[in-house]
Each structure stands twice: as C-alpha cells, then as structure tokens.
C-alpha cells in the first residue's frame, strides 16, 4: 500500500477511537495540545515538518496537497466501522442498584478530568425515598469541605425554606448537585465534564424517582432541561425531565450576591415552593 495512503489511514481510525473515547468521557490529559490539534483539524496541520529553510521537496508530495484536495472520495481511506459508544458500559458504573453503591463508584470515579483536582466527591444527601429533590450546579469550597452538598450560607437559606417555610426536615427531601466534583478554583465547568457526570445523577433520581425536582439557578435549570434557560423569565412554570415535574427557581447565592433584591427574590423563591407544595399536596407546618 501508498506509504501516504496508509498513513492518512492510520490518522483516520485515531480520530474515530479519539471521538468515541471522548464521547464517553475520556479526557487525555497525556496527550499533548499540538497532538490534540491534530487529530480535531486534521489536513490543516502539516503531518510532517519543513526543514529548516522550508525547503518542501524534501517532504514526499500528497502531504502538501491542500485540505480540500483530500476529500474521501480522492483519499480513498478505508473506513472502520462505527463504534457503539452509546452502549459502551463502564466497569464500576453500571447501573448501581443503591444509592450507597452508586454514591461508592463516584468517590471513586475519574470520568473526566475534574476527578484528578476533587479532593472529595459531593454526592448528595437526603431520603432515598424523597419526593422532593434540590438540585444545585456543583460543588463549592463549604462542600467539597464538608463532603455535603448545599453546605454555605446559600445551604443555610435552603434549609430555612424546607424547614421554616415548607415545614419539613432537610432530610425529608434530598439535595444534590449536578456535577459531582468541584472544579478546581471554582472555575466553570466544561461540556464534556457536564456531559460524563450527568449518567450520575440520571441514575440518583432513577433511584430516589421523585415526584417533582426543584432546579436552583440558571446551570442547573440549563443542564437538566437540556436547553438555554433564563431563571427570571422562565422560573415559577412546570417542565418535565424523564417525566418528572421541574420547578426551576432562582439559586440562593443570587441572592447573596443581589442584597438589594433580597425581599423581591426571596418572595419570587417563596411562590415557586408554594406551588412545588400544592402539587405535592404539602401544607406549611402539617406535615
Ligand atoms: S465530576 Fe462526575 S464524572 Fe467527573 S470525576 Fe467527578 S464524579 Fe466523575
């Protein structure tokens, strides 16, 4: 076989084990940037380096040929099957049958790179038969701290409204977040980060199967809704995730951070959890 041929080949199958890797939460840290450039943007980079004074006969001809030179029907690469990624099943991950089993396989899980910086996994906590369940975006410093979720001062005004305001225990309900590992230095998280973790919490409500799931703020609504949320026009309606009732509601660190909006957030906060309370026939201090 054409040396080149064979070669552009070789290329072809990494970028599909790349992809399908990927797609199930491999992150290479090892690979190196020009490498990853490379596999993603493929033609553009050259495979093979100029010499010194650019000189390019050196370098045999088809690797100079212009990216649209190489379309597929010219490169006649031969094509691997497709991958099943959407089935791939992960030793350790697979449909834990309890909510210790699966909270055991994500203290041990390194899906994703945020697994290397956690110093621990904040899983969630509550009643593993809760009708009701809190989902915040990830874990803060308090949390990674105290390996609980809601753990701060916006933890503490969760707590006065499950238990001053809905008239139950905080352990009536459960509280979780969707991404399970704090990001180092709090940074955003990334979508392949979002994307791993969240076979973790679609298998939390699996087990608990809630009636109704109270998302806080715009990266929770955002990722369980799977759209673009905006919290002050959207909150306060129904939507559906796996046929579960969501009643997304503002985050109560917005409200730490916007002391001047307290009352007026805290009384848009406080119509949202009373209809979370009508559809689950709650009545403040009788239950
Ligand atoms: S963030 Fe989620 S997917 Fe990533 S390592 Fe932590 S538990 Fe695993």
Sequence with gaps: MDPVEELRGIVGQIRDFMAAYMEVGFDPPEISQPALEYLEKGPEIPLIKEGPAGNKSDVPPAIHESPSSLTPEKASVPQLPSLPVKTVQLPGISEPETLEALEQSVQSCRRCRLGKYRETAVFG???????????????????????????????????RIIEKGMGLRRSDVYVCNVIKCRPPEDRDFRRNEVETCMIHLKRQLDLIQPEVICTLGRTASKELLGKEFKVSEERGTWHSFRGIFVMPTFHHAYILRNPSRERQLKGLIWEDIQKIMKRLGLKKGKN
Excluded: K, M, W
């Design 125 to 159: 906590e509550g009643s593993s038969n809760a009708r009701l369940v809190f989902i915040g975006p990830c874990p803060g410093e308090s949390e990674e701290q105290s390996g609980r979720p809601f753990a701060g001062p916006d933890g503490e005004l969760l707590t």
